[in-house]
């Protein structure tokens, strides 16, 4: 008897324990898309022409600005497109001449700068290995505005150590029929967020399309060739 109210008092611990204990799932806890963002951005252009070889002195220094859209397709990727003003272009040394005759030295530089002003959509592919970090490919369309090249020729004429110089500066604007108004590029690119709207972003757009409206038979395409390094907000 004894046995049995022994056994019975056992299993109706066991059954209230039971009944107590939360079951705990081991599956992993689903992340929701993040809600689609707006922003604004703005950076510094490098830029070059593809038949010059990469060098800092024919960098030529401009800047983009615009706007965005973040749309997230997954935890992982997004789709963000954005509209900026693109300010391209190319700085070269025409011919650079050092000629001592006697006791005078002559020195002419003569360089020019080439400003091309484009409106640029780019429609990047965002994906995350991190929650901050990000790498991003895709295309970037681009509609020529206009431009100017600008030049500047510096002579500096040196006798008995007294050094003189004359500079003869001239500008002109591009002419629209020459320039091909659309311009296709591919973008690639990395980004890090600083903080929840603020994040730092660097890219490098190859373009793809000849930027002349017709070209040379014999000659090699003339391309950009861009490098951006960029802040953005996201609100």
């Known amino acids: 008897m004894k046995k049995l109210f022994l056994g019975l008092a056992v299993a109706a611990g066991m059954m209230t324990f039971a009944q107590e204990t939360k079951t705990v799932s081991t599956e992993p806890i689903k992340q929701e898309k993040q809600p ?127 050094t003189t110089s004359q500079s003869v500066s001239n500008s002109e604007d591009i002419n629209k029929d020459n320039v091909n108004k659309f311009n296709l590029g591919l973008g690639l690119g990395l980004g890090y967020d600083i903080t929840q709207n603020i994040g730092i972003n660097a890219r490098y757009i190859n373009s793809l399309t000849d930027m002349r409206n017709q070209k040379p038979e014999g000659t090699e395409p003339l391309n950009h060739r861009t490098f951006q390094l960029g802040l953005n907000y996201k609100f």
């Open 36 to 162: 689609i963002r707006f922003g604004i951005k703005a950076g510094g252009n490098s830029s070059y022409f593809s038949e010059q070889k990469l060098s800092l002195n024919n960098q030529k220094i401009g800047f983009h600005a615009g706007v965005l859209v973040n749309i997230p397709l997954s935890q992982k990727f997004s789709l963000q497109p954005e509209v900026l003003y693109n300010q391209l272009g190319a700085k070269s040394v025409i011919s650079s001449t050092d000629v001592t005759t006697g006791d005078t030295n002559i020195k002419t530089k003569s360089d020019y700068k080439t400003t091309m002003n484009y409106i640029s959509v780019p429609l990047m592919v965002q994906m995350r290995p991190t929650e901050k970090f990000y790498v991003e490919a895709g295309p970037e369309f681009s509609y020529f505005i206009n431009g100017k090249n600008s030049g500047n020729s510096t002579i500096s004429t040196t006798t008995g150590g007294v």
